[in-house]
């Protein structure tokens, strides 16, 4: 069985900073997502990889596969970038979810 | 594509009541999962349909719990009797290409069993 830990739990940053969440897994996957859940909200796809990285918008998503980790960094953070952040290892139908990290962005 | 539709997107009911969740998963993927998300457990996998048919249901937690896909574009969670315990946030998710790709969440469903 896959164990994903994610790091921080939580994290507070001032808007503007840059800020970068982990993501370890115990098994070789094929693939690892990135998911955005907002209070009270439905879970959104941010990314899905394979290997190296990915970008959208402020948003960038690395895997080192041998190393089996992958991190998710947000650049000039935004109020609205507050969510909770899950990492979750393996394709849609093998997924193990992270614990994942509540992160706050204060104005 | 209007995403993975669920409802609906609250629902209270007294225990020993049934409650149905619906999904309509995107258009022209073959597979779909239905999840619960606690405080306590975080996401877990209840079942796994591939083309319409349940692949993987070890994560049930019950008889009172089950699932149906008619057919491509509709599936249903059914929990009879409800208990509080049952309390969660249900997610449906669909994927293409047998589920080995990218997963695309609804918004939840957000059940509350008094």
């Known amino acids: 069985k896959n164990e994903v830990e994610q790091s921080p739990q939580n994290l507070t940053a001032q808007e503007g900073e840059f800020i970068t969440i982990n993501c370890s897994y115990s098994?070789?996957?094929?693939?690892l997502h990135w998911l955005q859940q907002h209070p009270g909200g439905g879970i959104v796809s941010l990314f899905m990889?394979?290997?190296g990285k990915k970008k959208h918008g402020r948003l960038i998503a690395t895997i080192n596969i041998q190393e089996k980790h992958s991190s998710l960094h947000i650049t000039a953070s935004h109020p609205r970038d507050s969510a909770v952040y899950i990492c979750?290892?393996?394709?849609?139908?093998?997924?193990?979810f992270g614990s994942g990290t509540q992160l706050t962005v204060l104005p | 594509d209007a995403g993975v539709i669920q409802s609906p997107r609250h629902e209270v009911t007294e225990m020993g009541q049934e409650v149905t969740l619906r999904c309509k998963p995107i258009?022209?993927?073959?597979?779909l999962f239905w999840y619960r998300q606690t405080m306590m457990r975080g996401l877990e996998l209840l079942i796994y349909?591939?083309?319409?048919?349940?692949?993987?249901d070890s994560g049930m937690p019950e008889d009172r719990f089950s699932a149906k896909m008619p057919n491509a574009s509709f599936s249903t969670l059914k929990i009879q009797p409800s208990e509080p315990r049952d309390s969660a946030v249900y997610f449906c998710?669909?994927?293409?290409?047998?589920?080995?790709?990218?997963?695309?969440f609804g918004q939840g469903t957000r059940l509350t069993v008094v």
């Open positions: 998710a669909s994927s293409p290409s047998g589920g080995t790709g990218e997963a695309f």
């Open positions: 349909f591939n083309n319409n048919v349940p692949i993987d």
């Open positions: 098994v070789g996957i094929s693939a």
């Open positions: 258009s022209g993927h073959n597979s």
């Open positions: 990889l394979s290997s």
């Open positions: 979750a290892a393996g394709s849609a139908r093998q997924l193990t």
